[in-house]
Nanobody, 127 residues
Framework: QVQLVESGGGLVQAGGSLTLSCAAS????????MGWFRQAPGKEREFVAG????????YYKDSSEGRFTISRDDAKNMVYLQMNSLKPEDTAVYYC????????????????????WGHGTPVTVSS
């Protein structure tokens, strides 16, 4: 059973930084793309960033690019989301997720293509 646990969320002022972590059960990440999504109050869940199994392709939501960095460390079964220059509109619950498909060559934006999800970690950015 694949288990994903996010951590690192919290309250931060606009312009600040946070690093989110996603810990996976043993070997759960190998050969699968990983994604970060977020859901703000009253809004649908949206794609933030994705990384292929080998880190060769990385995609970002337009508003995230240049501010957020996704990375993975398969030896530690971890995925990270470094978030800089945070804005109040980044306030949301952030989720990590694992792709359903083995070895997909590019990250997918669609939440339906991710089969395993963590419970989320809340991020609040104050103005």
């Amino acid at each position: 059973q694949v288990q994903l646990v996010e951590s690192g969320g919290g309250l931060v002022q606009a312009g600040g930084s946070l690093t989110l972590s996603c810990a996976a059960s043993e070997r759960a990440l190998l050969t699968y793309a990983m994604g970060w999504f977020r859901q703000a109050p009253g809004k649908e869940r949206e794609f933030v960033a994705g990384i292929t199994w080998n880190g060769g392709n990385i995609y970002y939501k337009d508003s995230s690019e240049g501010r957020f960095t996704i990375s993975r460390d398969d030896a530690k079964n971890m995925v990270y989301l470094q978030m800089n220059s945070l804005k109040p509109e980044d306030t949301a619950v952030y989720y990590c997720a694992r792709d359903c498909v083995f070895g997909r060559p590019a990250p997918t934006y669609l939440s339906d293509n991710y089969c395993y999800w963590g419970h989320g970690t809340p991020v609040t950015v104050s103005s």
